[in-house]
T-cell receptor
Framework: AQTVTQSQPEMSVQEAETVTLSCTYD???????LFWYKQPPSRQMILVIR??????QNATENRFSVNFQKAAKSFSLKISDSQLGDTAMYFC??????????FGTGTRLQVFP | EAGVAQSPRYKIIEKRQSVAFWCNPI?????LYWYQQILGQGPKLLIQ????????DSQLPKDRFSAERLKGVDSTLKIQPAKLEDSAVYLC???????????????FGEGSWLTVV
């Protein structure tokens, strides 16, 4: 069975600084998809970024980028120029071809002014 | 484009009572999901529909939870009788579906918060 591990329960960063959230996963699949979702206090899950495992190039979305290391089964999220609005829970998630998301336990990110 | 709609947003019930949650997915999305998120945890899949057929309900507590998607669009999740440990946010989500292409992005609603007292 696939598992997703987020080893950092809480992180904090000062506004305008850079922060990296860690995620590791375990799978025997060769083709899969990885996601980072943001969950503000409203509890709606908002997609931040996605990565296809068959693509070697790391995904980037504006201030958000990932470091995808397939051999190490690592998928970290880097947030550059952190903003107060980035304060939220961040969930790493794994999906194989069945389109079912498996989530980690989340990292609470606090951005300080 | 309208997002995933859920109602009610908040519900408080006593244990052993019943509750139902409704979800309307994004138009054209064939796959619909119900996730349960207990405070402090990541969401856990309860059931996945492809059109009006069940793809995965392996983690649905079938003795008390039921879900249906009769016309392949809206869905209802019911809990009867509720237990204290059912207190959670119930997230509905949808995607285009695997018959279009795999790895579709899943879009979530705002969730229905359930408190069982």
């Amino acid at each position: 069975a696939q598992t997703v591990t987020q080893s950092q329960p809480e992180m904090s960063v000062q506004e305008a600084e850079t922060v990296t959230l860690s995620c590791t996963y375990d799978t025997s699949e060769s083709n899969y998809y990885l996601f980072w979702y943001k969950q503000p206090p409203s509890r709606q899950m908002i997609l931040v970024i996605r990565q296809e495992a068959y693509k070697q190039q790391n995904a980037t979305e504006n201030r958000f980028s990932v470091n995808f290391q397939k051999a190490a089964k690592s998928f970290s999220l880097k947030i550059s120029d952190s903003q107060l609005g980035d304060t939220a829970m961040y969930f790493c998630a794994f999906m194989k071809h069945t389109d079912k998301l498996i989530f980690g336990t989340g990292t609470r990110l606090q951005v300080f002014p | 484009e309208a997002g995933v709609a859920q109602s009610p947003r908040y519900k408080i019930i006593e244990k052993r009572q019943s509750v139902a949650f409704w979800c309307n997915p994004i138009s054209g999305h064939a796959t619909l999901y119900w996730y349960q998120q207990i405070l402090g945890q990541g969401p856990k899949l309860l059931i996945q529909f492809q059109n009006n057929g069940v793809v995965d309900d392996s983690q649905l507590p079938k003795d008390r939870f039921s879900a249906e998607r009769l016309k392949g669009v809206d869905s209802t999740l019911k809990i009867q009788p509720a237990k204290l440990e059912d207190s959670a946010v119930y997230l509905c989500a949808s995607s285009l579906g695997t018959d279009r292409r795999p790895g579709n992005t899943i879009y979530f609603g705002e969730g229905s918060w359930l408190t069982v007292v």
